[in-house]
């Protein structure tokens, strides 16, 4: 049976199932998520004492990044935090992840203390986007679109492979659509399903190799 395509509308039917229906706490489904990209990351080729540059934004997208941290440090490897939010303006699943983080002094820096932006990127083995998830819309603004360019820049001159976190941040989960910065990315692990923009042509120089990763919970109401 081929894999059905969502829509973000779809996608968040699909979490809120499983939360309100089911009684599965958001962050199990955030662990869930977090665990399976790292298991893809591993399987492409991450391995212990690799450098992994992990840039996570405010929302789920970034607590499933500040997790992948914890992953990825118990597996051995050295990881750096950007975030695009001070820890105080988190809330829900993202903060708890992002305290954990903390907690275990992962190093973590704000993006306005990682100027000049390509330095902070290098040297690294891999970069995650974590940045935006499938409710992102529209153009990028500032300062995000400044760091989505130094991440293309320095990922192709440098030749370091990108993982995008559910979707590469900048595109257009229904439409495919990518921004006039979009994150190119080498693999996109996505979550539950494909996203139905992911069909369309212009969506695929972004999206590198596409890898499906289920989060513990059904896409349809039994």
């Given at each position: 049976m081929p894999q059905p395509y969502l829509t973000r509308e779809q996608v968040r039917e699909v979490d809120r199932h499983a939360i309100e229906d089911l009684?599965?706490?958001?962050?199990?489904?955030?662990?869930?998520?977090?665990?399976?990209?790292?298991?893809?990351?591993?399987?492409?080729?991450?391995?212990?004492?690799?450098?992994?540059?992990?840039?996570?934004?405010?929302?789920?997208n970034g607590g499933d990044g500040f997790a992948m941290a914890r992953h990825l440090h118990?597996?051995?490897?050295?990881?750096?935090?950007?975030?695009?939010?001070?820890?105080?303006?988190?809330?829900?699943?993202?903060?708890?992840?992002?305290?954990?983080?903390?907690?275990?002094?992962?190093p973590m820096r704000h993006l306005d203390d990682c100027y000049p932006l390509a330095e902070a990127?290098?040297?690294?083995?891999?970069?995650v986007d974590a940045l935006l998830g499938t409710g992102f819309e529209g153009e990028l603004q500032e300062p995000l679109l400044s760091l989505v360019m130094t991440v293309n820049h320095v990922a192709q001159t440098q030749a370091i492979p990108v993982l995008a976190v559910d979707i590469p941040s900048g595109l257009n989960a229904n439409t495919g659509d990518p921004g006039l910065e979009t994150?190119?990315?080498?693999?996109?692990?996505?979550?539950?399903?494909?996203?139905?923009?992911?069909?369309?042509?212009?969506?695929?120089?972004?999206?590198?190799?596409?890898?499906?990763?289920?989060?513990?919970?059904?896409i349809s109401p039994a």
């Open positions: 009684g599965m706490p958001g962050i199990v489904l955030m662990e869930n998520a977090s665990r399976g990209a790292v298991e893809v990351m591993t399987q492409e080729g991450f391995s212990k004492g690799q450098t992994v540059v992990l840039l996570c934004g405010p929302g789920n118990l597996a051995g490897g050295r990881v750096r935090i950007v975030t695009t939010r001070r820890l105080e303006e988190l809330k829900g699943d993202a903060l708890i992840n992002a305290r954990i983080a903390q907690a275990m002094s992962l990127l290098q040297p690294a083995s891999w970069i994150v190119r990315a080498t693999h996109t692990v996505t979550f539950v399903a494909p996203k139905i923009g992911f069909q369309g042509g212009a969506a695929r120089e972004y999206l590198g190799r596409v890898h499906t990763v289920g989060i513990g919970a059904p």
